[in-house]
């Protein structure tokens, strides 16, 4: 694996100042517009690679806490563990996955010989065959209804959709048969499924290309959502959606796929209904998920230097949501901000707003405040782009407000 | 043995076939395990009807990578004195100067393989040849079938159940297809394939829980009466949605691919789903994969209110499978031994070359779409009277039955009295039985409940006990 990550990695050129920038295998210039992402390195330390439209002054630096050893269990040695990207991250547990149960078989778009448009799936349909990495024609609708199909006759199918907004076609299936069956039947068939697919503002990918279905799929009974956001957390939550009985729709992120992290050699599975504690603070809670962690973050480390400590919680789980952890914290700091990509109306946030509003409403000192993308197709335009994605100076601004 | 796939001399002659003869070839067979895969003479069969796509491996391969040269010389090279040919990705392409479209449809249509006439004489005895035993078996469910549907419906009427659907006319097809699978072969049904599962042996006892959804429901209330489900007779829960279990079945043949297990799916739609998306691309994703699939299509003529001809104009369902490389035969929906035959065939195809096939069953819908609807708004009396008289699949069977020697009118007397009985106590049984408890509302929505489903049950709960006056009686139980 380490190999594979110099490999990619190494066309970093190395600049002589602080600013290092990790390029994707088809990276180019480091100023490219087409390359921006967050780089958490293993000595915890946080690169952003911005253009120069977006350079900051400052440059954040930030523990993100899915890299310390608070799972590890053997921290013996100077540096445990082995280093890999995202995609590489939730290929590994793809592959342990295959590796441990002949169940397990892979179907969708290109994830075949072509390795998938994200490479999660490289290099599987070799080790595999084709018959485990199934090259599908296109019709999500109809892969996602042989996944439920192969799913009851005992296979534990992964359907892979290009791009999560691709599953809108596969809707019906998702909805009618894969969320309903187990319920329908009464208990007799069961769809041990996951659909995955990296959904989520890109870069200029234009209004088609970034949808966040968790808008729409998160009211549908029987399935169960989950986002990642660090290589750490994706491999984990994509062994335990294989693992889960239950269909599974693990949302990735299309920015976050090069991001590079330490994490352990030993075996691990997260808890799929988990949130994940990013930063313990005392002021504020601010939840958030899958890419706009890595705003929120960028915005705590500003925050901090003003004076707050915001507690920061990555809540992984869209559907259901840990209320646990979300309560624990909220009875802490009686402040919720809520920072998501979704659109205003009708997503993930208007959902969580509403749940912790009904449950922790006593113990809430200010109004949630959601900040959330505008109700409005997402623009190709860069600059346009940009601001429909809510950056870090907005969160700041919000935590101020409510911390007044 | 080969299929007839289509008679096309419009159609092929740019490609000059030699057209083997129309119908179905068979060898006389005097039991189940006289089928031999003739599998070049098959092949054979395929390149002279001008598929042109035919030079691959008919077995599975799990490494299908060397199949896959997607950079092929696009060049075009010369024959030997003949015309010009394109190499081409799937096969050679002979070129035409002839600027000639395709018809839409060939002269005649696709001819219909039938044994038995409206008479229950044989007309051939080109069919795959049943015991005594067996063909009494398959009468007497076909009967219990036409019981069951036609009790039921009129205890709908009655208001003892909400709704039910029936398979009026569609006995054979039911029972003959049933009786020609083995319990090993999943069955993905529309809602007008019960007697697949009376056949499996789903017992009266249980389809008159289902419909009157009470506690000793196997589907525990949750669905629509005749929405039946039952893992253990290999039958998967009935879906509302039209033609999405099609590519489900697809997907359980991909499973028994991979497991290498004998047996093949077979899934069931009528006219109206072979206009849906799912359809298209699980037919087109069967033949891709090879999938040991057999799509059966009840074409009973209508779809609720709309006719065939206007839910699509090809010839039907059966051309349809040339389109995506699927072996296709269409037999006579009404005569059990022409369905009971091509469905042998085709499984043992299907499990034996791996490959999909396509059955189109010609039939009549005789009841209404469901008790929801009344047909007679939309067709003629006459026209349901005819096809319920003269086509009637039990009258034609047993009519060859009685000229066997295997029945006769006292038999029949008995059993249609014996079924009738044994139908109105399931259902008197059914309906004395208690619905489910509250629980099972939020049991199953996934394997363990979660805490919000916990919250809500609660809620529903007290909700219950402080208002009991709004709820049955020991609801709460």
Same mark, same amino acid.
């Given at each position: 694996?380490?190999?594979?990550?110099?490999?990619?990695?190494?066309?970093?050129?190395?600049?002589?100042?602080?600013?290092?920038?990790?390029?994707?295998?088809?990276?180019?210039?480091?100023?490219?517009?087409?390359?921006?992402?967050?780089?958490?390195?293993?000595?915890?330390?946080?690169?952003?690679?911005?253009?120069?439209?977006?350079?900051?002054?400052?440059?954040?630096?930030?523990?993100?806490?899915?890299?310390?050893?608070?799972?590890?269990?053997?921290?013996?040695?100077?540096?445990?563990?082995?280093?890999?990207?995202?995609?590489?991250?939730?290929?590994?547990?793809?592959?342990?996955?295959?590796?441990?149960?002949?169940?397990?078989?892979?179907?969708?778009?290109?994830?075949?010989?072509?390795?998938?448009?994200?490479?999660?799936?490289?290099?599987?349909?070799?080790?595999?065959?084709?018959?485990?990495?199934?090259?599908?024609?296109?019709?999500?609708?109809?892969?996602?209804?042989?996944?439920?199909?192969?799913?009851?006759?005992?296979?534990?199918?992964?359907?892979?959709?290009?791009?999560?907004?691709?599953?809108?076609?596969?809707?019906?299936?998702?909805?009618?048969?894969?969320?309903?069956?187990?319920?329908?039947?009464?208990?007799?068939?069961?769809?041990?499924?996951?659909?995955?697919?990296?959904?989520?503002?890109?870069?200029?990918?234009?209004?088609?290309?970034?949808?966040?279905?968790?808008?729409?799929?998160?009211?549908?009974?029987?399935?169960?959502?989950?986002?990642?956001?660090?290589?750490?957390?994706?491999?984990?939550?994509?062994?335990?959606?294989?693992?889960?009985?239950?269909?599974?729709?693990?949302?990735?992120?299309?920015?976050?796929?090069? *991001?590079?992290?330490?994490?352990?050699?030993?075996? $691990?599975?997260?808890? @799929? =209904? &988990?949130?994940?504690? !990013?930063? +313990?603070?005392?002021?504020?809670?601010?939840?958030?998920?899958?890419?706009?962690?890595?705003?929120?973050?960028?915005?705590?480390?500003?925050?901090?230097?003003?004076?707050?400590?915001?507690?920061?919680?990555?809540?992984?789980?869209?559907?259901?949501?840990?209320?646990?952890?979300?309560?624990?914290?909220?009875?802490?700091?009686?402040?919720?901000?809520?920072?998501?990509?979704?659109?205003?109306?009708?997503?993930?946030?208007?959902?969580?707003?509403?749940?912790?509003?009904?449950?922790?409403?006593?113990?809430?000192?200010?109004?949630?405040?959601? *900040?959330?993308?505008?109700?409005?197709?997402?623009? $190709?335009?860069?600059? @346009? =782009? &940009?601001?429909?994605? !809510?950056? +870090?100076?907005?969160?700041?601004?919000?935590?101020?407000?409510?911390?007044? | 043995?080969?299929?007839?796939?289509?008679?096309?001399?419009?159609?092929?002659?740019?490609?000059?076939?030699?057209?083997?003869?129309?119908?179905?070839?068979?060898?006389?067979?005097?039991?189940?395990?006289?089928?031999?895969?003739?599998?070049?003479?098959?092949?054979?069969?395929?390149?002279?009807?001008?598929?042109?796509?035919?030079?691959?491996?008919?077995?599975?391969?799990?490494?299908?990578?060397?199949?896959?040269?997607?950079?092929?010389?696009?060049?075009?090279?010369?024959?030997?004195?003949?015309?010009?040919?394109?190499?081409?990705?799937?096969?050679?392409?002979?070129?035409?100067?002839?600027?000639?479209?395709?018809?839409?449809?060939?002269?005649?249509?696709?001819?219909?393989?039938?044994?038995?006439?409206?008479?229950?004489?044989?007309?051939?005895?080109?069919?795959?040849?049943?015991?005594?035993?067996?063909?009494?078996?398959?009468?007497?469910?076909?009967?219990?079938?036409?019981?069951?549907?036609?009790?039921?419906?009129?205890?709908?009427?009655?208001?003892?159940?909400?709704?039910?659907?029936?398979?009026?006319?569609?006995?054979?097809?039911?029972?003959?297809?049933?009786?020609?699978?083995?319990?090993?072969?999943?069955?993905?049904?529309?809602?007008?394939?019960?007697?697949?599962?009376?056949?499996?042996?789903?017992?009266?006892?249980?389809?008159?829980?289902?419909?009157?959804?009470?506690?000793?429901?196997?589907?525990?209330?949750?669905?629509?009466?005749?929405?039946?489900?039952?893992?253990?007779?290999?039958?998967?829960?009935?879906?509302?949605?039209?033609?999405?279990?099609?590519?489900?079945?697809?997907?359980?043949?991909?499973?028994?691919?991979?497991?290498?297990?004998?047996?093949?799916?077979?899934?069931?739609?009528?006219?109206?789903?072979?206009?849906?998306?799912?359809?298209?691309?699980?037919?087109?994703?069967?033949?891709?994969?090879?999938?040991?699939?057999?799509?059966?299509?009840?074409?009973?003529?209508?779809?609720?209110?709309?006719?065939?001809?206007?839910?699509?104009?090809?010839?039907?369902?059966?051309?349809?499978?040339?389109?995506?490389?699927?072996?296709?035969?269409?037999?006579?929906?009404?005569?059990?031994?022409?369905?009971?035959?091509?469905?042998?065939?085709?499984?043992?195809?299907?499990?034996?070359?791996?490959?999909?096939?396509?059955?189109?069953?010609?039939?009549?819908?005789?009841?209404?779409?469901?008790?929801?609807?009344?047909?007679?708004?939309?067709?003629?009396?006459?026209?349901?009277?005819?096809?319920?008289?003269?086509?009637?699949?039990?009258?034609?069977?047993?009519?060859?039955?009685?000229?066997?020697?295997?029945?006769?009118?006292?038999?029949?007397?008995?059993?249609?009295?014996?079924?009738?009985?044994?139908?109105?106590?399931?259902?008197?049984?059914?309906?004395?039985?208690?619905?489910?408890?509250?629980?099972?509302?939020?049991?199953?929505?996934?394997?363990?409940?979660?805490?919000?489903?916990?919250?809500?049950?609660?809620?529903?709960?007290?909700?219950?006990?402080?208002?009991?006056?709004?709820?049955?009686?020991?609801?709460?139980?």
């Amino acid at each position: 694996m380490a190999a594979i990550v110099q490999g990619i990695g190494a066309t970093a050129a190395p600049s002589a100042s602080s600013n290092k920038f990790l390029l994707s295998s088809l990276g180019s210039s480091l100023l490219e517009k087409k390359r921006n992402f967050f780089v958490v390195r293993s000595d915890g330390k946080c690169y952003t690679g911005l253009n120069q439209q977006q350079r900051r002054a400052q440059n954040v630096v930030t523990n993100a806490v899915a890299t310390k050893e608070e799972k590890a269990s053997a921290a013996v040695g100077s540096k445990p563990g082995h280093e890999l990207l995202l995609f590489e991250a939730l290929r590994e547990g793809l592959e342990e996955e295959m590796d441990r149960d002949p169940c397990v078989c892979v179907m969708g778009e290109d994830v075949g010989h072509y390795g998938g448009s994200y490479k999660v799936t490289k290099g599987l349909a070799e080790k595999y065959g084709d018959l485990r990495v199934l090259d599908t024609p296109i019709a999500e609708n109809s892969f996602t209804g042989m996944g439920i199909g192969a799913a009851m006759t005992g296979l534990r199918p992964i359907v892979e959709g290009m791009n999560m907004g691709f599953l809108l076609l596969a809707f019906n299936q998702i909805s009618n048969n894969c969320g309903m069956l187990h319920y329908t039947s009464g208990g007799q068939f069961k769809i041990p499924i996951v659909i995955r697919g990296p959904g989520g503002v890109g870069r200029q990918l234009g209004a088609e290309h970034s949808q966040r279905l968790e808008s729409y799929f998160q009211s549908i009974p029987g399935i169960q959502m989950v986002a990642c956001s660090t290589a750490y957390n994706a491999k984990g939550l994509m062994k335990a959606a294989i693992r889960s009985d239950n269909p599974v729709i693990l949302f990735e992120h299309v920015l976050l796929y090069n *991001l590079k992290e330490r994490i352990p050699d030993e075996e $691990y599975v997260l808890n @799929l =209904e &988990e949130a994940e504690m !990013v930063r +313990p603070g005392e002021h504020v809670t601010i939840l958030t998920y899958s890419r706009m962690r890595y705003h929120v973050m960028q915005a705590a480390k500003t925050l901090v230097n003003k004076g707050y400590d915001p507690e920061v919680i990555d809540i992984r789980s869209l559907k259901p949501f840990d209320l646990y952890t979300i309560g624990n914290s909220v009875k802490k700091t009686h402040r919720v901000l809520i920072v998501e990509e979704c659109m205003r109306t009708g997503g993930i946030g208007a959902s969580l707003t509403a749940a912790i509003n009904e449950n922790f409403h006593d113990y809430l000192d200010a109004p949630i405040v959601c *900040l959330s993308s505008q109700d409005v197709p997402t623009p $190709y335009a860069g600059t @346009l =782009e &940009e601001w429909t994605v !809510v950056q +870090p100076a907005q969160i700041v601004a919000a935590v101020e407000q409510l911390c007044l | 043995m080969g299929f007839y796939l289509s008679k096309s001399r419009t159609v092929m002659h740019n490609l000059k076939p030699k057209l083997g003869s129309l119908g179905v070839m068979f060898h006389q067979s005097s039991g189940i395990a006289s089928f031999s895969h003739h599998q070049e003479s098959q092949s054979g069969l395929i390149k002279n009807l001008g598929a042109g796509s035919c030079n691959r491996p008919t077995l599975f391969t799990i490494w299908r990578s060397e199949h896959f040269k997607a950079e092929k010389q696009l060049d075009c090279k010369q024959n030997s004195g003949g015309p010009q040919v394109l190499n081409f990705p799937g096969g050679n392409v002979k070129f035409t100067s002839e600027l000639d479209f395709l018809p839409e449809g060939l002269e005649e249509r696709v001819h219909c393989y039938r044994i038995l006439d409206e008479n229950g004489e044989l007309t051939s005895s080109n069919f795959v040849q049943i015991s005594d035993e067996l063909a009494v078996r398959m009468y007497t469910y076909m009967a219990m079938l036409q019981t069951m549907d036609t009790i039921f419906y009129e205890a709908q009427r009655q208001g003892r159940i909400s709704f039910y659907v029936t398979a009026i006319g569609e006995e054979a097809i039911n029972i003959a297809s049933a009786a020609a699978l083995q319990l090993d072969d999943p069955v993905f049904p529309q809602y007008r394939e019960s007697g697949v599962l009376l056949w499996r042996g789903f017992t009266l006892q249980e389809f008159a829980n289902q419909c009157f959804g009470n506690k000793n429901d196997n589907c525990k209330g949750r669905q629509m009466p005749a929405h039946y489900g039952s893992v253990k007779h290999n039958y998967f829960t009935v879906a509302s949605t039209v033609a999405t279990q099609v590519p489900h079945a697809v997907g359980a043949a991909y499973s028994l691919k991979m497991d290498r297990i004998n047996a093949c799916s077979i899934t069931y739609f009528g006219d109206g789903g072979t206009s849906t998306g799912d359809f298209h691309a699980a037919l087109n994703f069967a033949a891709v994969m090879e999938a040991p699939v057999i799509f059966f299509c009840r074409n009973n003529g209508w779809a609720i209110s709309t006719p065939v001809e206007d839910q699509f104009r090809s010839d039907g369902i059966v051309v349809r499978g040339q389109a995506y490389g699927v072996h296709s035969i269409r037999v006579d929906g009404n005569d059990a031994l022409a369905i009971y035959s091509a469905v042998r065939a085709a499984r043992q195809m299907a499990i034996t070359e791996q490959r999909p096939v396509l059955i189109e069953a010609l039939t009549y819908r005789g009841g209404h779409h469901t008790t929801s609807d009344d047909s007679t708004r939309y067709r003629s009396a006459e026209e349901i009277e005819w096809w319920r008289v003269a086509q009637c699949p039990l009258s034609r069977f047993r009519k060859w039955l009685e000229k066997e020697g295997w029945w006769d009118s006292d038999a029949e007397t008995e059993l249609r009295a014996s079924l009738r009985k044994q139908v109105l106590h399931a259902i008197q049984v059914a309906e004395q039985v208690e619905k489910p408890p509250v629980a099972d509302i939020f049991t199953d929505v996934y394997d363990a409940p979660p805490s919000n489903l916990h919250e809500q049950e609660t809620t529903l709960l007290e909700t219950i006990e402080k208002h009991p006056k709004e709820y049955p009686p020991n609801f709460s139980c």
